[in-house]
C-alpha cells in the first residue's frame, strides 16, 4: 500500500501564486508516476499535472503550473503562478506504478485532497 500526503493548499488572490507538495509513503515503487487531480464544486475531477519518465499537463493549466518529482524524498510538487479563481478546487495527489497519464486510467493511490482557494 502507498500513502499520500498533500499540503500547501491555501487562500490566494487572483495572480498570486501557491506551492504544493505531496510526499509517499510506504510501498513506493522509484520508477513510478506522481502528480496531481482536482476536483471543483458541482464538477467532475480533472486531470492537472504529472509527472514520471515525462511531464504532461491539463491545457487549462499550461504555462501557469510548473510539476516537479524528487524521488529521493518521494515528494512531488505543483508551483502554480498566474492563479485564476477557475482554479478554486480541492487538489489531490495520486500516485501508481504504471503511467496512468498516458494510457488514460486513474490511478490506484490517492492523498486526501488540499484546497486552493483563488479570489478575484
Known amino acids: 500500500s502507498v500513502q499520500l500526503v498533500e499540503s500547501g493548499g491555501g487562500s490566494v488572490q487572483a495572480g498570486g501564486s501557491l506551492r504544493l507538495s505531496c510526499v509517499a509513503s510506504?510501498?513506493?515503487?522509484?520508477?513510478?508516476?506522481m502528480g496531481w487531480f482536482r476536483q471543483a464544486p458541482g464538477k467532475e475531477r480533472e486531470r492537472v499535472a504529472h509527472?514520471?519518465?515525462?511531464?504532461y499537463y491539463s491545457d487549462s493549466v499550461k504555462g501557469r503550473f510548473t510539476i516537479s518529482l524528487d524521488n529521493t524524498k518521494n515528494t512531488v510538487y505543483l508551483e502554480m503562478n498566474s492563479l485564476k479563481p477557475e482554479d478554486t478546487a480541492m487538489y489531490y495527489c495520486a500516485y501508481d506504478s504504471f503511467d496512468w497519464w498516458r494510457v488514460n486510467r486513474e490511478p490506484d493511490y490517492w492523498g486526501q485532497g488540499t484546497q486552493v482557494t483563488v479570489s478575484s
Open positions: 510506504g510501498n513506493v515503487y522509484k520508477q513510478g508516476f
Open positions: 509527472a514520471g519518465i515525462r511531464t
